[in-house]
């Protein structure tokens, strides 16, 4: 028996998304929408449909389904990238779907003191990971990501290697986190030693290095800073080793903490991320700075901490404290 149409299509848009070199994340995501786009269409192939079965998949997310302007904006992505670079047919005119409206919200922010108390919770290597999300203004997957030799205790600084946008960047390596670290990559490479005794010591390279750098994929400064501790099977090469930590395993750390230092705010990974621009911002660094530091693309981006320093939502004072003053006074 024939395998579906649309199995077939979705082979050839991982194999295309490979090499592209995108994530396993972007390639699970696009592939999931596509498989539903095809689905929702009565597994009509994609090639027989168009712009006006786009619009109308697009519409239905935002309209019956409710999602976020994120993810449809995730669905829309996928399926351009069906039709420009999987089966080449270029869409004329502009998509006119009913687009999800995207919230202004204001991220939420951890005071200093609250800050100190959360990571005073952590303990182990989800403490160094807390630092780092904290002290340097990593992004989750960023600071999971993390190999060896990307952290420089010579220069002083973390390197960030493909991140948001597939661009590299240098960000604050923090002095607090550097002896915990020492004592933990002694661990790790203990660790490492044992695997490659146990022949599966090898780690995913991105950008078929694997093939440009014969045994790369053994080397100490290759490895992962946080692994996972068991062994898994890489779903793209087959090879059985060990990979990363999950983003999942952090988080329920960072909750656990939260929890013991009685703080109500909701904090995640990316809340870290939130305090580090917003307590620079304090100090008095320059937007330009921390714009760089965070890896923005547009300083607009940045910008949206000035909203939420410590004076409140406009960094004025409130009138009723300035009556209050005067009356003091």
């Given at each position: 028996m024939s395998p579906a149409p649309q199995t077939r299509l979705l082979d050839k848009v991982r194999d295309k998304i490979r090499l592209k070199h995108y994530s396993i994340r972007t390639e699970e995501a696009y592939t999931s929408w596509i498989k539903r786009y095809i689905l929702f269409h009565g597994k009509r192939h994609p090639k027989d449909m168009g712009k006006k079965e786009i619009e109308a998949y697009l519409t239905h997310l935002a309209t019956r389904r409710n999602v976020a302007a994120s993810t449809q904006n995730q669905a829309f992505s996928a399926l351009l990238f069906l039709y420009?670079?999987?089966?080449?047919?270029?869409?004329?005119?502009?998509?006119?779907?009913?687009?999800?409206?995207?919230p202004m919200r204001l991220p939420t922010v951890l005071t200093v003191d609250e800050t100190q108390r959360v990571l005073?919770?952590?303990?182990?290597?989800?403490?160094?990971?807390?630092?780092?999300?904290?002290?340097?203004?990593?992004?989750?997957?960023?600071?999971?990501?993390?190999?060896?030799?990307?952290?420089?205790?010579?220069?002083?600084?973390?390197?960030?290697?493909?991140?948001?946008?597939?661009?590299?960047?240098?960000?604050?390596?923090?002095?607090?986190?550097?002896?915990?670290?020492?004592?933990?990559?002694?661990?790790?490479?203990?660790?490492?030693?044992?695997?490659?005794?146990?022949?599966?010591?090898?780690?995913?390279?991105?950008?078929?290095?694997?093939?440009?750098?014969?045994?790369?994929?053994?080397?100490?400064?290759?490895?992962?800073?946080?692994?996972?501790?068991?062994?898994?099977?890489?779903?793209?090469?087959?090879?059985?080793?060990?990979?990363?930590?999950?983003?999942?395993?952090?988080?329920r750390a960072i909750y656990k903490a939260r929890k013991l230092a009685g703080i109500i705010k909701p904090v995640t990974c990316h809340t870290f991320r939130h305090s580090f621009a917003t307590h620079l911002l304090e100090a008095g660094y320059d937007i330009r700075t921390i714009q760089d530091l965070l890896g923005h693309k547009d300083v607009s981006t940045t910008m949206i901490y000035t909203h939420v320093l410590n004076k409140g939502g406009l960094a004025v004072q409130s009138p009723l404290d300035i009556h209050h003053q005067r009356k003091i006074h």
């Open positions: 420009k670079e999987v089966l080449k047919i270029e869409i004329e005119g502009k998509i006119k779907a009913f687009r999800a409206k995207k005073a919770g952590m303990s182990g290597q989800y403490l160094i990971m807390g630092q780092l999300l904290y002290g340097g203004g990593l992004r989750a997957i960023e600071c999971l990501r993390l190999r060896v030799k990307d952290v420089d205790f010579g220069l002083n600084q973390i390197v960030v290697r493909d991140g948001k946008g597939q661009k590299d960047r240098i960000t604050i390596f923090p002095d607090v986190a550097k002896e915990r670290l020492r004592e933990h990559l002694d661990q790790r490479k203990a660790l490492h030693e044992s695997d490659l005794a146990d022949d599966v010591g090898s780690v995913y390279l991105p950008n078929a290095l694997a093939v440009k750098y014969k045994n790369a994929d053994k080397e100490w400064g290759w490895q992962y800073v946080f692994p996972s501790s068991g062994l898994s099977v890489d779903p793209r090469s087959g090879i059985r080793r060990r990979h990363h930590l999950h983003e999942k395993t952090l988080n």
